[in-house]
């Protein structure tokens, strides 16, 4: 178990979005988060206290949990001193880095002598079957998106929260470091060996009532040239009865490819159901999720009812004006 409250180590993050895993704790599970850690050129800010690590541990803080996502998912040289000198203050590391604090000298040194913990989230600890494809009872709903970091997670776990509120039955999955760090569990689904992670998909949402609702947290996006494949696994592992199709439209590229737009939500919407028909020849797009994040209100407006027009489809960004109308469009 990770002990909370948190403190958010945002590091020398570039951008808001390379801290993107703080940003979900401190969205969902803001009463876990006492203050943020920042270093020299840190663009990222969570509008949380900035503290030093011994204000964070006179202030109740009992893990540092490393909220930077950054390209291949490693542990910077230039944390290492932050990350040593966290646990000599009391307090417990926690990431979902690919790059594993175990796997850190220094910082392994530091734990046996101090005695801290070390938890390394995105460590797959069960051993997931190969999927079989089978139909399985109750039913489920899969965010999908035009790139990486467009508001999947977000997305489904606005959706559950809403259909909690309405007394429905629902469960989020998640599907990733950040989705984990905020619900406790979970498949690290970008940490499983290949030929698993669709079973692990099967694994995460088994049987359940008919009635019974599966958010599926969406990973990567069909067409990223580098995450696809946790896309497609979870498309087929998850046999989705829904989907809902997210984008975020001020980007001019794919984050991380330069050489590669964004594809439309047409061409998303496509391909998507393209791919979940094979495992579910009954899938249907519900919905669209926009973040407008990036957007005055009034354009966010503007751009969410040219969207519906357009594609025919509730269209709403569900952090910003709420997932009712999406969870309108599954019942």
């Keep these: 178990m990770i002990d909370g409250p948190?403190?958010?180590?945002?590091?020398?993050?570039?951008?808001?979005?390379?801290?993107?895993?703080?940003?979900?704790?401190?969205?969902?599970?803001?009463?876990a988060s006492v203050g943020q850690f920042r270093m020299a050129g840190c663009a990222a800010d969570m509008g949380l206290p900035d503290m030093t690590l011994a204000?964070?541990?006179?202030?109740?803080?009992?893990?540092?949990?490393?909220?930077?996502?950054?390209?291949?998912?490693?542990?910077?040289?230039a944390w290492i001193e932050v990350l040593r000198a966290a646990m000599e203050h009391g307090l417990d590391l926690a990431s979902g880095l690919h790059n594993l604090?175990?796997?850190?000298?220094?910082?392994?040194?530091?734990?046996?002598?101090?005695?801290?913990?070390?938890?390394?989230?995105?460590?797959?600890?069960?051993?997931?079957?190969?999927a079989n494809g089978r139909r399985r009872r109750g039913r489920r709903c899969l965010a999908v998106g035009t790139d990486c970091s467009?508001?999947?997670?977000y997305t489904a776990l606005a959706m559950d929260r809403e259909m909690r509120g309405r007394g429905m039955k629902s469960?989020?999955?998640?599907?990733?470091?950040?989705?984990?760090?905020?619900?406790?569990?979970?498949?690290?689904?970008?940490?499983?060996?290949?030929?698993?992670?669709?079973g692990s998909i099967e694994w995460l949402t088994p049987d359940n009532d008919p009635d019974h609702w599966d958010l599926i947290e969406g990973q990567g996006s069909l067409f990223h040239a580098s995450y696809s494949g946790v896309t497609l696994a979870l498309i087929h592992g998850g046999q989705p009865d829904?989907?809902?199709?997210?984008?975020?439209?001020?980007?001019?590229?794919?984050?991380?490819?330069?050489?590669?737009?964004?594809?439309?939500?047409?061409?998303?919407?496509?391909?998507?159901?393209?791919?979940?028909?094979i495992v579910n020849?009954?899938?249907?797009?519900?919905?669209?999720?926009?973040?407008?994040?990036?957007?005055?209100?009034?354009?966010?407006?503007?751009?969410?009812?040219?969207?519906?027009?357009?594609?025919?489809?509730?269209?709403?960004?569900?952090?910003?004006?709420?997932a009712g109308r999406l969870v309108d469009a599954l019942t």
């Design 6 to 31: 948190y403190l958010l180590f945002l590091g020398d993050a570039p951008d808001a979005l390379a801290a993107k895993v703080a940003q979900g704790i401190r969205d969902w599970r803001p009463e």
């Design 55 to 77: 204000e964070a541990a006179a202030a109740g803080a009992r893990t540092l949990v490393v909220g930077v996502a950054n390209r291949g998912g490693v542990i910077s040289p």
């Design 101 to 130: 604090l175990r796997d850190e000298p220094e910082l392994m040194a530091t734990a046996m002598a101090t005695g801290r913990g070390l938890h390394d989230v995105r460590v797959p600890e069960t051993r997931y079957p190969i």
């Design 150 to 153: 467009v508001g999947k997670m």
């Design 171 to 198: 469960t989020f999955r998640a599907t990733g470091q950040t989705g984990i760090l905020i619900t406790g569990g979970g498949v690290p689904l970008d940490a499983v060996v290949a030929d698993f992670m669709a």
């Design 242 to 277: 829904a989907l809902i199709l997210c984008h975020e439209p001020t980007r001019t590229h794919m984050r991380g490819l330069p050489d590669y737009p964004p594809p439309s939500l047409e061409a998303l919407r496509d391909l998507a159901l393209a791919t979940a028909r």
């Design 281 to 322: 020849p009954e899938v249907r797009v519900a919905g669209i999720s926009i973040n407008t994040a990036g957007l005055a209100a009034a354009e966010a407006e503007d751009y969410l009812a040219s969207i519906e027009q357009l594609m025919g489809l509730p269209t709403v960004d569900p952090f910003r004006t709420g």
